[in-house]
Each structure stands twice: as C-alpha cells, then as structure tokens.
C-alpha cells in the first residue's frame, strides 16, 4: 500500500535555527515527490516537485532532497515567516494518485 | 495568473441538509480534482476530472456526494444528506495534466460545519 510518513509532527525552531523535516514514503513506481506548504485557513501552496533519487531543488532558505526511500526539506536560518505547516505528497503506485502524509508544524520564535 | 477559486468560504448546515461547493480552476488546466482534509491530516482525493470525465471517482461516497464539471471548466460538489462525519475542509485544485511532472494547485477550500 503507497504510503507517507511525516516527522517530526511538529517543531519549534529560534529564528536562525536550521533544521530538516523528514517524509519516509513506500509507493511502486515514483513518478514525482512534492512538498508544500499551508498556511491556517489556506489551501497548500506548491513548493518543490522531486523526480529521482539524488536531486536537489531550492527556493530561498529551502532546500528539499530525495533518496530512494525518503525525502528532507532542509531550512536554513529560518524566519517567523516561514511559520507553517509543511505536506509532502507522493505520486505513483497503480493508481497514480496524489497521496499526502499528515504534515509537520513549523513554528519559528523571533 | 489568477489562481483556483472557490466558494463560499464556510458553511454551517445542520445534519440532513444539502450543501454544494463551486470551483473555479485556474485558466487552461485540464484537470481538477476535489479533496478532503480533516483537522491534522493531509488532502485525500475525492474525485478527479480530465476535462468533463470523472475518471477516478473510487473514494467518493457515492450514496451521498454528487460532482460535477460541465464545459470542463467549473465544477460543482453536492452532499445530500450531510451527516456530522462530513464536517471538514473541502479543497479543489487543478493541474495541466496528470503526468508526474505537473503539480496541483490548490485553492483555499470550503470549511463545512454540521450541527
């Protein structure tokens, strides 16, 4: 059964502190990885889509990297603003569809 | 470019009642999909449309939610009845195509409560 695993569920950082959020992930066939980011009372906003094993994608102090068997999204000196819940999300398996882990928490104290 | 619409917002129904959402997607994406997201979890596939066609619809619960996608543009959920396990975040986002390189976007979906 394709599935996602997500941790930790939630992290407190200090601005500045840099950390990785994990997503573990079993599906036959990957035809994509994305992570994305939620806001409370938003819908995800795409960040990163990931494709095969040793790529590397980044967008200001993100940085999201993929294994055979699980991905990271690193954040480098973090700011209160990238505050948020953070999805990862796989594609493939028999039925090619979307399947989302639980989320990780991410709050950043000034 | 405009970004995935939908209405309303909330919506507060007591149990039994009919609800329907609408969604706009964005310009030239072919494929919409709508999901479902509890409290603490991540988005679950309800239904998927290439252009007017459902075609994975498997996880809708068929006795009592409807969609719809006429022109193959806006799409419409129903649920009738509501029932109290119903209340959750409806979210409808669409694509270019269902390839792996080509990402969903999502609008800011419905929050139903049922009394």
């Known amino acids: 059964e394709d599935q996602v695993t997500q941790s930790p569920e939630a992290l407190r950082l200090q601005e500045g502190e840099s950390s990785s959020l994990n997503c573990s992930y079993t599906v036959s066939g990957l035809r994509g990885l994305f992570w994305y980011r939620q806001d409370p009372g938003k819908g995800p906003e795409f960040l990163f889509t990931?494709?095969?094993a040793g790529e590397e994608k980044e967008k200001e102090r993100l940085k999201a990297t993929l294994t055979k068997k699980e991905s990271f999204l690193h954040i480098t000196a973090p700011k209160p603003e990238d505050s948020a819940t953070y999805l990862c999300?796989?594609?493939?398996?028999?039925?090619?569809?979307?399947?989302f882990g639980t989320g990780t928490l991410l709050a950043v104290q000034p | 470019e405009a970004g995935v619409v939908q209405s309303p917002r909330y919506k507060i129904i007591e149990k039994k009642q009919p609800v329907a959402f609408w969604c706009n997607p964005i310009?030239?994406?072919?494929?919409l999909y709508w999901y479902r997201q509890n409290l603490g979890q991540g988005p679950e596939l309800l239904i998927r449309?290439?252009?007017?066609?459902?075609?994975?619809d498997s996880q809708l619960p068929k006795d009592r939610f409807s969609a719809e996608r006429l022109k193959g543009v806006d799409s419409t959920l129903k649920i009738q009845p509501a029932e109290l396990g119903d209340s959750a975040v409806y979210l409808c986002?669409?694509?270019?195509?269902?390839?792996?390189?080509?990402?969903?976007?999502f609008g800011d979906g419905t929050r139903l409560s049922i009394l």
């Open positions: 310009s030239g994406h072919n494929t």
């Open positions: 999300a796989v594609r493939g398996g028999a039925t090619n569809k979307l399947i």
């Open positions: 990931l494709y095969s």
């Open positions: 986002a669409s694509s270019l195509g269902t390839g792996g390189n080509q990402p969903q976007h």
């Open positions: 449309y290439e252009n007017e066609e459902a075609v994975d």
